[in-house]
């Protein structure tokens, strides 16, 4: 699937992929690069 990248730098996970891995709006992911890849991972902040 392809996403653009704002002005900002910003991108959109997309919906089903927003409800697969259970995140929401406010919360928090954990982002690495791996092998020119993009990790997206959600992370808990206690």
Known sequence: ML??????GTI???KQYRRYMDVRRGDYVKVTLEDEKLIVVKAVVT
């Open 3 to 8: 996403v653009k990248i704002t002005a900002a």
């Open 12 to 14: 959109t996970i997309p």
